[in-house]
T-cell receptor, first 113, second 114 residues
């Protein structure tokens, strides 16, 4: 079975400050990892994903994430946030042979002007 | 053009009623999904269809019945609505449904059962 833990339900950050949103996963086999973003009153859209290769993955809107197998983590980072980054961020996992995407409980990122 | 669209956007109804939510994708994808997002934002898959065939059927009450008339459409019919069905329902699609694919989500249908 696979699972995802997002330890922080809410993260307030000042505008132009860096941010890290934490994600840890649990799986007995190799995983594929995703970050999705949900802007207010909208559906989810993909920020970035890790399938294989380089452990540092770059996504849209200046976000990046690093896959760390030993720590079973896939933390999301941005060096300088903007008001428009205010949204709910979801980490998700699936693995080889499993068509089902399992989501974490989400982290609400609030940008303080 | 909207890639994945859902209707209606909002749905307010009484307990015991039957309602349907429609979903259409114009991406040419073979696989479509229904997710339920509860009041705490927890997102859980309900069903997936690949080319009109049911692939994933999570532990969902029988009152929920998905129907896929063609691979571009996946509708969700809910019988005898209950208070606990209040949630946001998202439709999504992906090219073939295999692991690692990006899923494309619709804007959601906000269902409120009174």
């Amino acid at each position: 079975a696979q699972s995802v833990t997002q330890l922080d339900s809410q993260v307030p950050v000042f505008e132009e400050a860096p941010v890290e949103l934490r994600c840890n996963y649990s799986s007995s086999v190799s995983v594929y990892l995703f970050w999705y973003v949900q802007y207010p009153n909208q559906g989810l859209q993909l920020l970035l994903k890790y399938l294989s290769g380089s452990t540092l993955v770059k996504g849209i809107n200046g976000f990046e994430a690093e896959f760390n197998k030993s720590q079973t983590s896939f933390h999301l980072r941005k060096p300088s946030v903007h008001i428009s980054d205010t949204a709910e961020y979801f980490c998700a996992v699936t693995n080889f042979g499993n068509e089902k995407l399992t989501f974490g409980t989400g982290t609400r990122l609030t940008i303080i002007p | 053009d909207t890639a994945v669209s859902q209707t209606p956007k909002y749905l307010v109804t009484q307990m015991g009623n039957d309602k349907s939510i429609k979903c259409e994708q114009n991406l040419g994808h073979d696989t479509m999904y229904w997710y339920k997002q509860d009041s705490k934002k927890f997102l859980k898959i309900m069903f997936s269809y690949n080319n009109k065939e049911l692939i994933i059927n999570e532990t969902v009450p029988n009152r929920f019945s998905p129907k896929s008339p063609d691979k571009a459409h996946l509708n969700l019919h809910i019988n005898s609505l209950e208070l606990g069905d209040s949630a946001v329902y998202f439709c999504a699609s992906s090219p073939s449904g295999s692991w690692g694919e990006t899923q494309y989500f619709g804007p959601g249908t906000r269902l409120l059962v009174l």
